[in-house]
């Protein structure tokens, strides 16, 4: 068990700040593989990678990584889970996590699948059984089975930098996270739509829309946005998608017509 005291110098940096924690878990996109990890693989649904407590009723929302379509969860209450770690430092330190904050290696922070973010949890080296807390703020690791991605400074505290991965058990801390869950829950009506184009010509536009009515897809919308350089840009979207298994039905419509290369956005 972890000393009260050391538990509180752990955590107190991250309560004086949770106000400022950014909810939104679809600002920025997943990151991709980090470090000690080979080639991508996507594990089949029955993967001891999905935790048990990923069901039906406590999805919020779903994101897409290597076309496989991965759920958030609503509530991080009660959640444990056991299974492989690895760790990721550079090239990722200083880019965005998938909530919009900045990675940095030196934090005792973590990348977890299906977790909200931000997440508290406790984690154990099943191996020394070494245990620190730690905050979920990013996505993955999607490698095989493996379950958690350590901060640089946390596989380090967790003796597993020259391992490259271990064993671990993995708690969330239900009385830190349980604010947390309540703000998420009054921020969690976003909205999906699959991107499949976007043209700067009007007359495109319509052309690829007619395209998908032609084909028996009927729920789509041309939305205009200006990018960066102030040029105006139509975008064809399909949606909105409600759950994962409408998600899967648009895709497979898309595949048939030959449209492979989608975007899945939220607003």
């Known amino acids: 068990m972890l000393n009260k005291s050391r538990l509180l110098i752990l955590i107190l940096p991250f309560i004086l700040a949770g106000c400022s924690f950014t909810h939104n878990n679809s600002t920025q996109p997943p990151r991709p593989v980090g470090n000690n ?9 029955t993967s001891p990678s999905v935790p048990t407590q990923v069901t039906q009723e406590n999805i919020e929302r779903f994101y897409v990584v290597h076309g496989r379509r991965y759920a958030i969860m609503k509530s991080s209450q009660g959640f444990t889970e056991t299974g492989t770690a ?14 919009g904050e900045v990675y940095d290696m030196y934090q005792m922070t973590a990348a977890h699948k299906h977790l ?49 991965t271990a064993p671990i058990s993995i708690r969330a801390l239900d009385d830190l996270n349980i604010l947390e869950d309540q703000s998420r829950q009054l921020q969690a009506n976003k ?15 319509f052309a690829y829309q007619k395209r998908l009515i032609a084909n028996g ?30 998600y899967d ?7 048939k017509i030959g449209i492979s290369n989608t975007l899945l956005v939220s607003e």
Request: aromatic fraction near 6%; glycine fraction near 6%; charged fraction near 20%.
């Open 217 to 246: 897809i009927k729920d789509s919308r041309i939305v205009q946005v200006r990018d960066s350089r102030g040029q105006n840009l139509l975008r064809v979207q399909i949606g909105p998608i409600n759950n994962g298994q409408a």
């Open 191 to 205: 909205v999906n739509y699959i991107q499949v184009a976007s043209f700067t010509e009007h007359s495109n536009a």
């Open 37 to 45: 990890t080979s080639s991508p693989i996507t594990p089949p649904a």
């Open 249 to 255: 039905q648009a895709i497979e419509k898309l595949n």
């Open 116 to 164: 909200p973010l931000p997440t508290f949890i406790e984690v154990t080296n099943l191996r020394n059984n070494k245990t620190l807390v730690l905050r979920v703020n990013d996505r993955g690791p999607f490698v095989g089975n493996r379950v958690l991605d350590l901060s640089y400074a946390a596989a380090k505290e967790l003796d597993v930098l020259q391992s490259g």
């Open 86 to 99: 690895s760790w990721y430092g550079d090239p990722f330190h200083g880019r965005k996590t998938s909530n």
